[in-house]
């Protein structure tokens, strides 16, 4: 058995997070795959696991850990990688990891959810959440500018944490290369760091359901 269990699926950037940095770090892992779209996480088997039903969800060192934010510290602290040299970087970290958790993920994942994999959603709540979104995005494009990364001038788990849905392409229903330059190239930046691999290449459940399929959160 892997030192690392990442309970996953390739759909979920949150997952995707914590895969990525189990990746660049080297780390000794596994995926375990949660089927999502057939309703594992809502079952009271996995409730038991994780009374929130979400993923990721991390077993390491006879510890269970949940929250993608929580996870990427661990991570940081427990192989030595993408962490704060000190407190002021540890602060700045967490600024944008709570950025991407309340303002920038929290939208700009659960735009995509609604437009790729539901049907018939609302376009005023598909239009409210892109914009939502593209202000988040404007954000991070504005504290990108002149900047390789989001902190300290190298990647921390800030940028794994903001990163994690930017490489699912059309599926976000957001030009991002087209009106984000600045994330564009940040985002293209850490996917030429040795050892990136796609979500879809990295964690179990690819290929997508079918398109137009309607599924529930």
């Known amino acids: 058995m892997a030192e690392y269990r990442l309970h996953c699926f390739a759909q979920s950037g949150n997952a995707y997070k914590a895969a990525l940095h189990l990746e660049l770090s080297g780390a000794d892992w596994e995926p375990v795959f949660v089927d999502f779209f057939n309703g594992e996480t809502r079952t009271s088997e996995y409730r038991r696991v994780n009374v929130m039903g979400e993923v990721p969800l991390l077993e390491h060192a006879g510890r269970t850990l949940t929250q993608s934010g929580v996870i990427l510290d661990y991570l940081a602290g427990t192989t030595g990688r993408f962490g704060p040299a000190n407190d002021d970087e540890r602060r700045e970290i967490w600024r944008w990891i709570l950025f991407d958790n309340h303002k920038l ?65 059309d599926e976000l229903g957001i030009d991002v290369d087209g009106a984000f330059g600045n994330v564009a190239r940040w985002r293209d930046r850490i996917s030429d760091m040795a050892g990136w691999k796609h979500p879809y290449d990295l964690m179990p459940g690819h290929p997508l359901p079918p398109r137009g399929q309607t599924v529930s959160s």
């Open 105 to 169: 993920t929290s939208y700009l994942a659960t735009h995509r959810f609604l437009h790729h994999f539901t049907q018939g959603a609302d376009p005023a709540v598909l239009g409210f959440l892109n914009g939502r979104a593209k202000a988040a995005l404007k954000v991070l494009d504005s504290h990108l500018d002149g900047r390789d990364f989001a902190v300290a001038g190298r990647a921390t788990i800030a940028d794994l944490s903001m990163v994690g849905y930017m490489y699912y392409g």
